[in-house]
């Protein structure tokens, strides 16, 4: 997504799989968002709307309709997409709609585990808690390492698992009623890319002439 308003190059080449995925369905959200921007919809109701969505995906998810949280879970990050190519047709992208947007992904996300430590609390599933816990830790972290590095001025596009991918496993694996599965997946592999953007951040620093060598 990063998009109710992202403020983008295009000069660069995604390096990441939801990079990529991004770029290639560009034309296809621009033309699903025409209708909207016609309607006077804008990106960022989009965005909160995509964020109400989570939210009812995740209550699903706590009363344990997993299958149903996983449609809506889907039906929801088209918003991720939407919101973006709604701001760019209308001309109108904005710092504050790209920040609502990264911050509306951070709560989605958190609802979702949030949604299924309930459901393992209810069934005294310790070890689902404990995964769903390390899911939430991780997802969190990639995004933060990133944000402080730009912050810091440097690049951290890297990793295996940002918020698209996260999503590639969990789906199938609630629709499947593997939830545990999926998790278990996502704690080891987001934890994973957290600490593959610091490393590669302090590549960065030790190079010579960072003016930020020794962080």
């Known amino acids: 997504m990063k998009g109710a308003a992202s403020v983008k190059g295009s000069a660069a080449k995604p390096s990441t799989f939801s990079g990529r995925m991004r770029l290639r369905t560009e034309r296809v959200m621009r033309a699903a968002a025409m209708p909207l921007v016609r309607a006077g919809v804008g990106p960022n109701a989009i965005t909160l709307g995509g964020l109400l969505g989570t939210t009812a995906a995740a209550v699903l998810l706590a009363r344990g309709q997993l299958g149903w949280g996983a449609v809506v879970i889907l039906l929801s990050s088209t918003a991720d997409v939407l919101d973006g190519a709604v701001a760019r ?5 904005t710092r504050f709609g790209a920040l609502l947007d990264s911050v509306s992904d951070r709560y989605g996300e958190l609802l979702i585990y949030l949604g299924l430590v309930y459901r393992f609390l209810t069934r005294n ?7 769903a816990f390390g899911a939430a830790a991780g997802s969190v972290l990639v995004s933060y390492v990133k944000a402080r590095a730009e912050g810091l001025g440097f690049e951290a596009q890297v990793g295996l698992l940002s918020r698209l991918e996260r999503f590639v496993i969990l789906i199938p694996s609630l629709l499947a009623g593997q939830a545990s599965v999926g998790l278990a997946l996502i704690a080891a592999l987001a934890n994973l890319t957290a600490i593959q953007r610091l490393l590669y951040v302090r590549r960065q620093a030790a190079a010579p002439g960072s003016r930020r060598s020794g962080v």
């Open 125 to 131: 599933d310790d070890i689902g808690v404990l995964l």
């Open 89 to 93: 047709l209308r001309g109108a992208p």
